[in-house]
């Protein structure tokens, strides 16, 4: 069974950075795909950056690009989501998700590609 735990979220001033860790057990695949989403009050939860753990890919769409970056550490079963320059718009829960044993070397960012998640983590970002 697959699990996943978030930390790492917090408060920040605007401008700021955090880190967001996403520790995951019961992968056995070398193919995975893993996503950061977010939600905030009265929105829709939204990608912001998914990975292929067996594979050279990265994708996140153009509101963050630049500013967050998804990497793992195979040796700690983790995946990162850094964020800098952090702005007030970027207040949500963030959500760690995974979709084990892909057989591609591509993900998709989208909800319904994910069937595990974490339990989130929140950002909070002050002006």
């Known amino acids: 069974q697959v699990q996943l735990v978030e930390s790492g979220g917090g408060s920040v001033q605007a401008g700021g950075s955090l880190r967001l860790s996403c520790a995951a057990s019961?992968?056995?695949?070398?193919?995975?795909?893993m996503g950061w989403f977010r939600q905030a009050p009265g929105k829709e939860r939204e990608g912001i950056a998914t990975?292929?753990?067996?594979?050279?890919?990265?994708y996140s769409p153009d509101s963050v690009k630049g500013r967050f970056t998804i990497s793992q550490d195979n040796a700690k079963n983790t995946v990162y989501l850094q964020m800098n320059s952090l702005k007030p718009e970027d207040t949500a829960m963030y959500y760690c998700?995974?979709?084990?044993?892909?057989?591609?070397?591509?993900?998709?960012?989208?909800?319904?590609?994910?069937?595990?998640w974490g339990q989130g983590t929140q950002v909070t970002v002050s002006s």
């Open positions: 019961g992968l056995t695949a070398r193919r995975n795909c």
């Open positions: 990975m292929n753990t067996g594979a050279a890919y990265t």
């Open positions: 998700a995974a979709a084990p044993n892909v057989l591609h070397d591509y993900c998709v960012l989208s909800q319904a590609h994910f069937g595990v």
